[in-house]
Structures are given as structure tokens and as C-alpha cells.
């Protein structure tokens, strides 16, 4: 199995074996065990409910919930590289995540809503801050004869998302612990606690933008 990096150490390719063999470890590996014996009579609803339960609502949602953000993130961070034409742009350093952070934090600290109804509408919240800042910085960094820098792309992405980060911090400064508990580990890309509901509210979005682009 070959593994190619880039010069950060990077993983830049790797073998299609590489993922799946993940994904099959993290069916069997967890606080909770799972033979991997059991595992295919499992997946074809011949294990026993210990086996089921796990599998299909701790394991499977979250492997899943995995995957489609390693694809996003793959794309977006090639679409920025390739815009800006440098191999160090991803949403992160230039302010879009930033962007999509702020917004969730309003959204959950200043709108009354219901936990079902918030899992469903984090994507296009957190899409509609993101496609804000993302404006804002093309805008920023567009001369009309010359078009968009991509220097300068990179070095205003970088500041305002420091604005940005700032701005998220005196938000929730005053908020309630467990509200800022909840942000901290959504920003994080924490998957504790994921099941089939963040999958479903991914996906429509993840298909419709994938083709999109």
C-alpha cells in the first residue's frame, strides 16, 4: 500500500484499498466491540440487537457522517487551491469557515428553535454564512482590470477570518455553558453523538453543490 504526501506530510493520494479498509475497522473497533465474525450477518439483519444497535446507530451513522465531509472538504479545498493557485488555500485559512461558524452561533444562540428542526437547517445556515464571507473576500480582492489577486485573495481570507474568529468569541462570551459546549464541538467537527439526522441533512446539499460545481 502506497501512501504519496505533499511537503507538509500531507496524505495527497493514496490506494482506493486505503478507505475501505478504514471503514471496516471502524465497524469492529469502539468502547462497545463488534466481532468481525458477526459483522457481515449483521449488516444483513441476522445479529443480535447488541450487534444491530451499534452497528447501524452509533457506528454506521458516523462513519458515514465521515466520509461525506472528507468529500467536501477534498472539493472545496480543490476548488480554493486551484482559484487562488496556491496549494495552502482551504476554507479554513481564508475565512469561509469563519464565516460559516459566526452564522451557526447566531442562528443557535439568538433563534428559538426545536433540536430537530436545528439539525436539519445547520447546513444551510452554516452555507448561507460561508457564501457571505466568500463574497465579501472575492469582492475585496477583485480589481476591475486585473480580476481577482489570488495574493491578495489569501491575505485578506486570512484576516477576515481572524475578524471573524474574534466576532465569535465575544458572541459567545455571555452565552449559557452548555450552548457554548454544543458551538465548541461543532466547530470542532466533533461526531459524538451523530446519527442518521445529520446524515440526511448533509446529503441533499453534498448532491445538488457536488454536481453543481
Known amino acids: 500500500m502506497e501512501l504519496h504526501f505533499d511537503t507538509l506530510g500531507r496524505i495527497i493520494s ?8 478504514a471503514i471496516i475497522l471502524s465497524m469492529g473497533i469502539g468502547a462497545s466491540s463488534l466481532s468481525y465474525d458477526s459483522l457481515i450477518p449483521t449488516l444483513l439483519g441476522r445479529g443480535t440487537i447488541k450487534d444491530q444497535l451499534v452497528l447501524f446507530e452509533l457506528r454506521l ?3 458515514a457522517i465521515t466520509v461525506l465531509a472528507g468529500m467536501v472538504l477534498a472539493l472545496s479545498g480543490s476548488i480554493l487551491q486551484g482559484i487562488t493557485q496556491n496549494d495552502l488555500a482551504d476554507p479554513g485559512i481564508i475565512g469561509i469557515n469563519a464565516g460559516a ?9 439568538f433563534v428559538p428553535i426545536n433540536a430537530n428542526d436545528f439539525s436539519y437547517l445547520i447546513p ?3 452555507f448561507i454564512g460561508a457564501l457571505i464571507a466568500a463574497v465579501i473576500i472575492y469582492v475585496l480582492s477583485y480589481k476591475k482590470d486585473e480580476g481577482v489577486q489570488p495574493i491578495r485573495l489569501v491575505f485578506l481570507g486570512v484576516g477576515f477570518s481572524m475578524a471573524l474568529s474574534g466576532l465569535m468569541i465575544v458572541i459567545i462570551s455571555s452565552a449559557e455553558r452548555t450552548k457554548v459546549e454544543f458551538i465548541s464541538m461543532w466547530l470542532s467537527g466533533n461526531i459524538w453523538g ?3 439526522v445529520f446524515v440526511l441533512a448533509i446529503l441533499p446539499w453534498l448532491l445538488v453543490l457536488c454536481l453543481l460545481i
Open 14 to 21: 493514496a490506494p482506493y484499498e486505503t478507505p475501505v479498509i
Open 61 to 63: 451513522p458516523r462513519i
Open 194 to 196: 451523530v446519527d442518521w
Open 101 to 109: 461558524g459566526v452564522a451557526v452561533t447566531v442562528f443557535f444562540l
Open 124 to 126: 444551510f445556515v452554516a
